[in-house]
Structures are given as C-alpha cells and as structure tokens.
C-alpha cells in the first residue's frame, strides 16, 4: 500500500496550503456564479448556445483547476520524486501515487464546480452533467502533466496551460460558432457537444461520448508516461553569480545578467510574441457582423455609438491578451528570483539596485508582449489614433505586472497562477469589456484596468484624446502599485540584509585569514597555525 501512502501525503500537501483550498472554491464561483451570463451574452454575440454555455462554465472551471494543480505535480515536484526513487520507492509505486492523486484533485474540483452550479440554478440532466464535468477536469489533467514535463519554467509552464485552455474555451462549439475542422482537434470539443447534446455530426462510430472517452484515456495514459518520464534522475541546478562596485556599475552589470538571464529563455520570449497574435487574429476571424453599442467620449461628450463587433473585436483583444501575461510574468519574475535576491543582499549588493534591476527587467518583457500585441493588431485594425491606444495598453500591461509582482510573494506559484488568470479576466476581460455592455459600471471605474482600457477604446475608436481623468487613474495605480511592490520586495529580501549587513561588514574587515588594522603580534597569540 506505499502508493496510498504516497497520495495522502501528496494531497496532505495540496491542502496544506489554505490559499490552494480557497482558490479552489473562488475559480467555479468567479466562472459559474459571476461570469456565466456576460459569458453567456458573448456566445449569442459569436453565434454559439448561450445556454449550453452556463453548463459548460462548470466544465471550464474543473478543467482549469486540474490542469494547473496536475502541472506542479509535474513540473515542481521532480526533484522529490527522484529523491524517493533514490531511496528505493518503485517507478510504479510512485506513478500511480501521482496518477491518483492529480485523478483526486480533478474529481474534486468537478464536484466543487458541480456544487457551485447547483447554487446558480436547477440541473435538468445531472448524470449528463457529472459525467461530462469530470471528462472536462480529466482531459485537462494529462494537459497539465504534458506541459509539466516540457516546461519547467513557471512562467513558461503557466501560460502555456492558459493558452490552451483560452482557445479551448473561447474557440470551442460552445462559445463559438466556427465549423472549422481545426477546432474539432480542441481537447473538450466533443465533450462540449456531448454535455450540450448536441450531436456533431462527425465522431464517427464512436459517437461523441465515445470519442469523449478517448480523450479522457488518452489524458491519464500520456499523464502517467510523463510522470514517469520526469521522475528520472537528472543533472543539477544552475548556480548564479554576483556583481559587486558602485550603486551604477552594480545596476549595470547586474541588468545585464537579468537580460541574459531572460534571453536564455527563448520560451518565454516565444510565448509572450505568440498568445497574444493568436487571439488577436483568431477574434478577428470568427467574429460575425452585427451592430453593438459603446459608450466613447469625444470632444468632451460622452455619447454611445454603434459599432460592427466585427471590425472592432480584434482591437479590444490586445489588452485582454497583454494582462494576464504581464500579470505571470511579473509573477515568476519576483518568485524565480526570490532566493537568488536575498542571497545578493547579503552579499553586500544594495537592495535598492537590485529592486531597479527586477523591475526594469520585467517591464523589458512586458513591454515586447505589448509590442508585438500593437504590430499584430496592426494587420487586423487600425485605431483612430495610434499613440493612445498603444498608451493604453503599455498602461494595462505595466499595471497588471505590478500586480504579478505584488501578489508572488503574498500567495505563492499554484494560488498565483489561479489569481493571474482570474484578476484580469474579471477585471478586462468582463468588466471593462465593451462587447459586453456599453460602458463600465460604477463600481468598475475602482479596478486597475479602468483607465488603461477607457484609453484603449479612446484612441480605437475616436480621433481625438478626450479621457484625461482615466490616464489620472491609470497613474495613479501604477504609482500605488510599485510603492506597496517596492515595500513588499524590500520586506521579503533586503530587511534579512539589514539584519546581517552587520556581520558582514564585520567580516569583510578580514582579509588574508586576518583582521585589517588588528597588531600582528594579537593575530600570532591567537591563529591556530601558530
């Protein structure tokens, strides 16, 4: 019975952080209770079933939280894992321990999910339903363990589990009403239909439940493979190295390891030029014509016009895809470089360099995502003025870096990870989004993305700069936003330094095996080479 022994103490470990436990309730609710009817209202836009959709979101939740929750399975547990092959613990033994219990977590965010629903309305179908939520979280299970296994990065890892389940989602039959033959190839596409019952009229002899079953098998085959796989006995760490001189030669030289450091990470740099050129482009494509209107301010009036979504969607999208990667990047910046910036402290560099260095080099990643998001939208769209719509969504991107920023030390990777997606898609992807309602509510105008986006919407759709009010807002978060990430970094690296700049300025008074400006006959009396 090692294998149970194994998956209790690797659930024990889950629950043991209470952010995991919460998070795990506040994703189906942020989904099935506060989203599902803008949801809802987006799919009747795209020309897919709004009402399918409200039980698919049960689905999505699940799904979401097994993919992430099987990744750090994956990915951040290797090197215990090979440690418990090295004292003898079975490669079976301790797959099918990770199988069970990334199967475990799955089933319970299906049943959260499911009990979330319940809430929000009555279930008509509820074998259909159980059976076709637990296939969603299932078939994400073996997603979160394939990325686990190839990015080891959290930045890396995270968003590659986000763009899947994005196009999963929002290029899926239940969202959409593309007819592609490439979205067949999206991992819950027949499981959509079969929860909807809405045959597809191309499963084949299997049908869509059976093809649905494959998928599932084929999830827990490949996850357990990659378990496998990752558990092998690999090579070391890296280690990093100092710089040390004068307050503009250590930002210098430490600037320039951080920018190596991220190019060495062509992943990421991979990541941040595609996710955002694929939504763009693929909002633009499937959008169907119509007429939605949008609350814009021009020459100082504040009217709503009518707009085609279709002209206009693939604009909008640039900073729904900025937010989230800005938020991760941010994230893993400050968590991946945590230890490395306590030691440096200690080591003598000045905290205050190092707090530069880290936020220079963020922005420098954040600001190529925002780059490459403007040239992409520039094939697609064309704003009516330029430079503040691309203010705009350098404002929502540097904003929600902070965010990353702030929040990685506060809730850790797993929680982390739940809150990048979740903040910003609340915050730009629902509240400030004018495809679904003309023009934020009140209580929106207090979220961070506010002014960035009434920026955005400013410059797309009007000639002339008339949301001065909104840049105040936007400034006025990136100004809080970098003091509290600036008190926090400087709480959780520089004040253990500060504790012990003393002894080590009292060490380096030594120097050769002795102490400067200390009488040689004291250093004979008391050297034990003497």
Known sequence: MTWWVLTRGFLRDYARNSTNLVVLVLVPVAFVLVAADSLADAARLLGGDGTALEQATAGWAAGFLAAVAMYFQVSAARDADRRLLLCG???LTLVAARLLTGTCLAVVAAGVSLAVLALREPVDHPGRLVVGTTMFALVYLGIGAAVGSVARDPVN???VVLFVWILDVFFGPTLSSSESPLTRLLPTHFVSLWLADTPS???GWLGDLGVSAAWVALSLGVSAVLIART???????RRSRRAAGSRRDQYRRSLGMGMRALGRNPAMWALLAVVPGVFIVLSDVITPHGHTGIAVRENGRLAVRMFDPAEIHAGTMAPIAVASLAMLVG???ILATGETDRRLCLAGLRPGVLLAVRLTTTGAAVLVAAVVSLAVTAAVFTPDGWPVYALGNVLVAGTYALVGVLVGPLFGRVSGVFLAFLVPFLDVGISQSPMLSAQPDAWARWLPAYGGTRLVLDGAL???FDETLPLLYAGVWLLVLAV???LLWWRTNARPGSSSRRSTGHASRWRHGRPTGT??????RTSPAR
């Open 89 to 91: 613990a079975r490669p």
């Open 157 to 159: 890892g995270s968003v």
């Open 201 to 203: 009229g191309h499963a």
């Open 231 to 237: 558990s092998a006995v690999g090579r070391g760490n």
């Open 331 to 333: 994230l893993f910046t």
């Open 462 to 464: 009007t000639a002339s």
């Open 484 to 486: 509290l990430t600036s």
């Open 519 to 524: 009488p040689g006959r004291w250093w004979r």
